[in-house]
């Protein structure tokens, strides 16, 4: 039997083919598909169209290997999403959460449901990107729009869509929304209300592991795939990410690390307090109602810019070299606020980083070790929050996900929280993506089952 995890970043997307052999979970990827803002019109979007004709390819992949899948599931970034009317057609651009169309929209909302009301309620950090800033801004700028709209779905439930013609809203992608009631699992529809959004469009929200329904017709002839069902599985990658953490011990933090980093802990009720917000943790949802109790740090977006830009200035080094360079610096004093909205999208990640420090410019190896540093640091300072809000002593962190190949990263992180760091496994959101596939259909009898799986057929290092 052959689970198919389709796990879309902000910079790739790939299609993980997994199953179960002698008691351990063997993957193998079977297609791999660029992704990328698009500028159009100076805003910056989503090209879904050309993502699911990836989508497609990829199973097709599978099936012209032999290992057509039986179950696939699709996950992606959260808070981004799609407008449909009522004749299911997309309405206007997709836009990617880096676009700048929601600055000065926080401010807009607050006049109608103020800043620390919108916590105590969803229990969700700021962050102007949220959903709901983003409607707000649709509703200012575009309300012919949002008007005609018929169906609101998240990017990868568009999908899902498009693959079963089946609507449907999983919950730990709703919960990045900032629009859910924390309590209920349920959109907040007297706020939604308050705020001017059409409650109608808003789908039934579906818990993780939900079966959408079978490949449509079309899709079977296109991709030659027949029989497969699409299951919703925790949508958001790092609800997905954060299932495959393999350990059951209490009081560890996880970070989830690629383009974002996300240091957290996994809790069954929310923190909705004015303490847990005045630190910026999140509520965000989780496999089997709990909660991922976390902060969301700018993460390795800024040494994949500052690389970026070095290789269109003809200077490509690999991430080993640029690590040595930096090492060559550890003693540098210099830091920046690696949650500064400075970094979310400047024209040059290299400038701002110098710009940040108070210099005109900084060398390749001291820029690196720059943000390495205060990447650690922020890791270390979340920790000690971590501890200071919820009464727990961490015992360990836990780091899945790309990232946690960067040995350089992973030591910095130790030293700077004092805890055992253990590293592993690289491919997390696809193998929690999996995961959740698995329970669903009854592979697994538990989390903790599939959790003591996971440790026993990835490489878990510890540091």
Partial sequence: MYFLAIDIGASSGRHILGHIENGKMLIE??????NGNKKVDGSLTWDIDDLFSSIKKGIRACVEAGKAPDYIGIDTWGVDYVLLDKNDRVLGKTYGYRDSRTNGMDTELYKTVPESELYARTGIQKAIFNTVYQLEADKVNEPEKLAAAETFLFVPEYFSYLLTGN???????????????????????????????PKKIFQKIAKPGTVLGDLKEDICNETGCRGAKVILPACHDTGSAVAAVPT?????????????????????????SELSRSHNFTNEGGYDRRFRYLKNITGLWMIQSMKKELKAKGQDYTFDQLCDMAKEYDSTPLRVNANDDRFLSPDSMIDEVAAAVGRESLTVGEMFAVVYHSLADSYGLSVKEIEEV??????????????????????????????????????????????????????????????QTIFNSFDVKKI
């Fill in 390 to 451: 919820t009464g727990k002593k961490i015992k360990a962190v836990h780091i899945v996900g790309g990232g946690c190949k960067d040995d350089y990263l992973n030591d910095l992180t130790a030293k700077a929280t004092g805890k055992p760091v253990y590293a592993g496994p690289v491919e997390a959101t696809a193998i929690g993506n999996l995961t959740v596939q698995m329970l669903s259909v009854g592979v697994f009898g538990s989390l903790n089952e599939a959790r």
């Fill in 29 to 34: 990827e079977m297609y791999r598909f660029p």
């Fill in 167 to 197: 609507k449907m809203t999983e919950y730990t992608i709703a919960s990045t929304s900032q629009l859910l009631k924390a309590d209920t699992f349920d959109w907040d529809y007297e706020m939604l209300d308050k705020l001017g959004f």
């Fill in 248 to 272: 059951n011990e209490d009081d560890i933090v996880y970070i989830s690390s690629g383009t974002w980093s996300l240091i957290g802990i996994e809790r069954m009720t929310p923190d909705c």
